[in-house]
Each structure stands twice: as structure tokens, then as C-alpha cells.
């Protein structure tokens, strides 16, 4: 019923650029703060970038600011996250993730790997 889908990943040569996509159900995007987390083998997940439901505000993890843009498109229930001068330690399996912005439960997409190679 309620399901995050990653797409998008791949192979990238360093300065290269990747569009990941996350398609949701309107019942999961409608009123859910969307974001990226990404987790690199034998570290812990961290965030990536987020934008939110209410003000369409979005937010950068230092690293990756200037580079990677976050969108999402209403109308196809889908969070993207543009990469832009990929760099090899940008390497990692990338989550989708959904956040309601009242109590509730979250959800986790699957995941879609990026390597960036030098």
C-alpha cells in the first residue's frame, strides 16, 4: 500500500552527474516532509538533503551543498534529487525517506547505489 521507490542510480566517472528519483503513493507524499539519506559500507546512514510539505523549504548536508538539488513534482508523487560534480566519496547506497509532518509513522525506500570512480 504504502511503498518508496529509488531509481536512478549507477557508475559515475568523478565530476559526472546522476538524477535519482523516488516515486511514492499520494497517500505516503500528500502532507510528508521528503527526503535522502545515503550510507557508504561500514558507516552509518546520514542525511542528504530534505524538503518540506508545508513551505517547500529545502535543506543540505555541508558536503554535498551547491551540488545536489532537491525537487519534488506534485503531480507524479515524486522526489528527485539532482547530483551535480559527483565526487568519489559521494559513493554510497542512497535512501528515500518520508516523514510525516504531524505524528505518525515514517518510511524507507529500498535504496539505489551510486559509485563515483576516479
Known amino acids: 500500500q504504502v511503498q518508496l521507490v529509488e531509481s536512478g542510480g549507477g557508475l559515475v566517472q568523478a565530476g559526472g552527474s546522476l538524477r535519482l528519483s523516488c516515486a511514492a503513493s499520494?497517500?505516503?507524499?500528500?502532507?510528508?516532509?521528503m527526503g535522502w539519506y545515503r550510507q557508504a559500507p561500514g558507516k552509518e546512514r546520514e542525511f542528504v538533503a530534505k524538503?518540506?510539505?508545508?513551505?517547500?523549504?529545502?535543506y543540505y548536508a555541508d558536503p554535498v551543498k551547491g551540488r545536489f538539488t532537491i525537487s519534488r513534482d506534485n503531480a507524479k508523487n515524486t522526489v528527485y534529487l539532482q547530483m551535480n560534480s559527483l565526487k568519489p566519496e559521494d559513493t554510497a547506497t542512497y535512501y528515500c525517506?518520508?516523514?510525516?509532518?504531524?505524528?505518525?509513522?515514517?518510511?524507507w525506500g529500498q535504496g539505489t547505489q551510486v559509485t563515483v570512480s576516479s
Open positions: 525517506n518520508a516523514a510525516p509532518v504531524v505524528a505518525g509513522n515514517g518510511y
Open positions: 524538503i518540506r510539505w508545508r513551505s517547500g523549504s529545502t
Open positions: 499520494r497517500r505516503t507524499f500528500s502532507n510528508y516532509d
